[in-house]
T-cell receptor, first 116, second 114 residues
Framework: GNSVTQMEGPVTLSEEAFLTINCTYT??????LFWYVQYPGEGLQLLLK?????DKGSNKGFEATYRKETTSFHLEKGSVQVSDSAVYFC???????????????FGKGTKLSVIP | DARVTQTPRDKVTEMGQEVTMRCQPI?????VFWYRQTMMQGLELLAY????????DSGMPKDRFSAEMPDATLATLKIQPSEPRDSAVYFC????????????FGPGTRLTVL
């Protein structure tokens, strides 16, 4: 089956620090990989995605590269801001996989707190 | 700005009462998902539909939960009877299968069962 493992939090960083949140996966087929962000009291929002090996997804200063050889999709940002405080979820889906198509498998989430 | 809407945003009820949560997917999206989020279990997929037909509801307790799509613009999740362990945030998400493979989430319904 499919699974996603991401580093457990919470993670607390000072403003302008470098962020890495690790994510590894197992999947049958060829997954698409996603990072979703959830701000307090809100639903999940897609942050970035990658659909094939070596693709790099990027958005709002965040980046993640689809590494097939290490089955990883680590999230990075060079300089975090207080407004980045949220819960980050790594996820995968395997399109065109029959009844399971597009179903997302999520990691447990990593809570990030950025302090001024 | 197309978005998924959910009602109610908050619901407090007593054990044994019926609860109905509603979701309006983005117009044109043909796949709808229901998730439950708790601190202990994280995000769990309860059920999902494509073109209004249920594809998978294996994550849903069948004895008390039911999910339907009466039409393409409305999905419902019903709990009868509700129990305190059902307290959670319930999210609906939609996507257009074959498009960018992106799920768009609603703001959630926070359910508290006393």
């Amino acid at each position: 089956g499919n699974s996603v493992t991401q580093m457990e939090g919470p993670v607390t960083l000072s403003e302008e620090a470098f962020l890495t949140i690790n994510c590894t996966y197992t999947a049958t087929g060829y997954p698409s990989l996603f990072w979703y962000v959830q701000y307090p009291g809100e639903g999940l929002q897609l942050l970035l995605k990658a659909t094939k090996a070596d693709d790099k997804g990027s958005n709002k200063g965040f980046e993640a590269t689809y590494r097939k050889e290490t089955t990883s999709f680590h999230l990075e940002k060079g300089s975090v801001q207080v407004s980045d405080s949220a819960v980050y979820f790594c996820a995968l889906s395997v399109p065109y996989s029959g009844a399971g198509s597009y179903q997302l498998t999520f990691g447990k989430g990593t809570k990030l707190s950025v302090i001024p | 700005d197309a978005r998924v809407t959910q009602t109610p945003r908050d619901k407090v009820t007593e054990m044994g009462q019926e609860v109905t949560m509603r979701c309006q997917p983005i117009l044109g999206h043909n796949t709808v998902f229901w998730y439950r989020q708790t601190m202990m279990q994280g995000l769990e997929l309860l059920a999902y539909f494509r073109n209004r037909a249920p594809l998978d509801d294996s994550g849903m307790p069948k004895d008390r939960f039911s999910a339907e799509m009466p039409d393409a613009t409305l999905a419902t999740l019903k709990i009868q009877p509700s129990e305190p362990r059902d307290s959670a945030v319930y999210f609906c998400a939609s996507l257009l299968a074959g498009d960018k493979n992106e799920q768009f989430f609603g703001p959630g319904t926070r359910l508290t069962v006393l």
